[in-house]
C-alpha cells in the first residue's frame, strides 16, 4: 500500500468517528516531515480521542505502522504521525486558534469527497 491509500485509511477512520472539517493538505515539495497532513477536529475531548484511537487501530489493521501519538491524554491536540501522513486531531477552540490550514496556506487541498460521507 501507498501514502495515498494510508491517507485514505485515515481519512475514513476520523469520519467514521464523526469528525468535523477533515481536509488532507498535500505536503511534497512543501515540508520534509511528511507528504500528507490531515487537519479535522472533535466537539469533545472524547471525541477526539475516539478519532486519534480509530486512526490509529485502522492503520495497525491494515499493516501500517504508527510511528508515534502525541498528546491523546489531554485531548486538545492529538498529533498522529503514521510516517508519510500526520494527522492532527484538534478540539474545536485550538483548531481555529492553531489555524494550521492557514499556516501552510500554499498546500494544495487533496481531495476526499471519495472517502468521506455524504
Not at 511528511?34 to 492503520?59: L, P, R
Not at 498522529?80 to 485550538?94: C, K, P, Q, S, T
Not at 492557514?102 to 487541498?109: E, S
Request: one cysteine or more.
Amino acid at each position: 500500500m501507498d501514502n495515498q491509500e494510508l491517507l485514505k485509511i485515515a481519512v475514513k477512520a476520523a469520519d467514521d468517528k464523526r469528525a468535523e472539517d477533515i481536509l488532507a493538505l498535500n505536503m511534497k515539495g512543501i515540508s520534509s516531515i511528511a507528504d500528507y497532513f490531515i487537519i479535522c477536529h472533535g466537539n469533545s475531548d472524547k471525541q477526539v480521542q475516539a478519532i486519534a484511537k480509530e486512526m490509529k487501530e485502522k492503520a495497525h489493521e491494515l499493516g501500517f505502522d504508527v510511528k508515534r501519538i502525541e498528546g491523546f491524554d489531554e485531548a486538545r491536540w492529538v498529533l498522529i504521525d503514521l510516517g508519510d501522513v500526520v494527522a492532527h486531531v484538534f478540539h474545536r477552540e485550538e483548531r481555529s486558534y492553531y489555524n494550521l490550514e492557514r499556516l501552510w496556506g500554499d498546500a494544495p487541498l487533496e481531495d476526499l469527497r471519495s472517502e468521506l460521507n455524504t
